[in-house]
C-alpha cells in the first residue's frame, strides 16, 4: 500500500484537505471545547503548540513500525473557507481494512456535515485502497454518532462492554463495519 496516497477530495460544499501542520492554527479554536470529548478518551489541546507537533507527527502518514497508514483531513467550507472538523483513518497494512473517525465541532453539528464528509472519507478508502471493509468504533452513549453510521449503512458487529475507562466512567463501545462491496451496493 502507498503511504502517501492522500489527495484533497472536494465536493459541492467542502473541501476535505489533507492535514498538515499549518492547519493547526485554524482548528485550534474549534478543538478546544470541552463538550465535544464527552464520549472519546482524548482532551481538547492544551496549547497550539502540542497541536502543531500533533499534525506534525501525524501528518507524516506512517506509524513507526509501518504497520499503519494514518490519513487525515481537516474540513473546509468551500464558501466561507470556515474550518469545520476533521475525517480520518487509519490504515492496517498488513490486514488490508480501515478504522474511521471523525470530529465536526459543537458550532457546526446537526447540519449534515459528517454524514456528507464520512461517506466522501469511506468513498476515498474503498476507490483507493484494496481495503476488505471499513470500522467504526463509537461509545454506546453517543447517539449522534451511531445514527449517522448507521444512517450511512455500516452494520452494528459487536458490542465491546467496558472497552475503555476515561474521564472516570468506563465505556462500552459498539463496533461498526462496512464491507467493500456492500459500500458499492449502497451508494
Known amino acids: 500500500m502507498n503511504s502517501k496516497l492522500i489527495e484533497p477530495i472536494v465536493s459541492d460544499l467542502f473541501l476535505l484537505e489533507p492535514l498538515d501542520k499549518s492547519h493547526a492554527h485554524e482548528m485550534y479554536a474549534g478543538l478546544c471545547n470541552d463538550n465535544d470529548y464527552k464520549f472519546i478518551p482524548s482532551h481538547p489541546p492544551v496549547s497550539l503548540d502540542e497541536l502543531v507537533a500533533r499534525y506534525e507527527r501525524i501528518s507524516q502518514r506512517l506509524s513507526s513500525e509501518q504497520s499503519e497508514i494514518w ?6 467550507n468551500r464558501n466561507s473557507g470556515a474550518y469545520l472538523g476533521y ?36 468513498d476515498f478508502l474503498f476507490n483507493n485502497y484494496n481495503l476488505s471493509h471499513v470500522d467504526a468504533l463509537i461509545d454506546t452513549r453517543n447517539l449522534a454518532s451511531i445514527g449517522l453510521v448507521e444512517s450511512l449503512k455500516l452494520k452494528k458487529i459487536n458490542e465491546l462492554k467496558e472497552a475503555d475507562f476515561f474521564k472516570g466512567s468506563t465505556s462500552d463501545e459498539f463496533h461498526y463495519r462496512v464491507f467493500a462491496n456492500e459500500w458499492t451496493l449502497n451508494t
Do not use: E, P
Open 71 to 76: 490519513l487525515n483531513w481537516v474540513i473546509i
Open 87 to 122: 475525517v480520518q483513518a487509519t490504515i492496517m497494512v498488513d490486514q488490508g481494512w480501515a478504522y474511521i473517525a471523525y470530529h465536526v465541532f459543537s458550532q457546526y453539528q446537526k447540519k449534515g456535515i459528517a454524514k456528507q464528509c464520512v461517506r466522501m472519507l469511506i
